[in-house]
């Protein structure tokens, strides 16, 4: 079963414009990924927390992690067309190897 | 270097005939992993190999499913008996060594499209 629960499902917005997916996960964690996903195929990484991290960036990406509530956020500033994607957080669940996923937010980018 | 690969992209099959799914991991990632994506939704974590260790099976939803990796390289994902639940996406990813809980990045194949009818 899935631990993640991401929100919103979907998000449409003008190109240009910020956009910030929200995931709450449920176990402790040692770290947190984010992924895309185009077209329903393979996934690329984007960037990987920390549970001792509050907060990380990468170019356009900023992630935030908040375990006392057990949630990030990924926020992709400055939006083009090309980010059209699906986005999924991944924990490990507190094990070594083992992803689990959340449901995905599809964002859809405006040119 | 070549990335994940797998075969094939597509798959489409008859209810209760077996398919067998190919990954080809990236050169010299000792881990293997297998996911699968139903329509619309995350990924579920099926199976994972790690070197010579067996593999950990605990996300296989029946006995239907089994895997197995030859010569700690590529890895094969057999489903006898499909059923039409049985259609998602299936994806293989590889990272180096896959332990420690050092968040280790994951690299994900293309996946396999699995549609039974």
């Known amino acids: 079963s899935q631990q993640g629960e991401e929100d919103p499902q979907a998000l449409s917005i003008q190109e240009g414009e910020n956009a910030t997916m929200n995931c709450s996960y449920k176990?402790?964690?040692?770290?947190l990924q984010w992924y895309r996903q185009n077209s329903g195929r393979g996934l690329v990484h984007l960037i990987l927390i920390r549970s001792n991290e509050r907060e990380k960036h990468s170019g356009r990406l900023r992630v935030t992690l908040d375990t006392s509530k057990k949630s990030s956020s990924l926020l992709i500033t400055a939006s083009r067309a090309a980010d059209t994607a699906s986005y999924f957080c991944a924990t490990d669940g507190g094990s070594s190897y083992k992803l689990i996923f959340g449901s995905g937010t599809r964002l859809l980018v405006r040119p | 270097g070549a990335g994940v690969s797998q075969s094939p992209s597509n798959k489409v099959t008859e209810k209760g005939k077996d398919v067998e799914l190919r990954c080809d991991p990236i050169?010299?990632?000792?881990?293997l992993y297998w996911y699968r994506q139903s329509l619309g939704q995350g990924l579920e974590f099926l199976i994972y190999f790690q070197g010579n260790s067996a593999p950990d099976k605990s996300g296989l939803p029946s006995d239907r499913f089994s895997a197995e990796r030859t010569g700690g390289s590529v890895s094969t994902l057999t489903i006898q008996r499909t059923q039409q639940e049985d259609s998602a996406v299936y994806l293989c990813?590889?990272?180096?060594?896959?332990?420690?809980?050092?968040?280790?990045?994951?690299?994900f194949g293309p996946g396999t499209r699995l549609l039974v009818l």
């Open positions: 050169s010299g990632h000792t881990a």
């Open positions: 176990t402790s964690i040692n770290n």
């Open positions: 990813a590889s990272s180096l060594v896959g332990a420690s809980g050092s968040g280790e990045t994951q690299y």
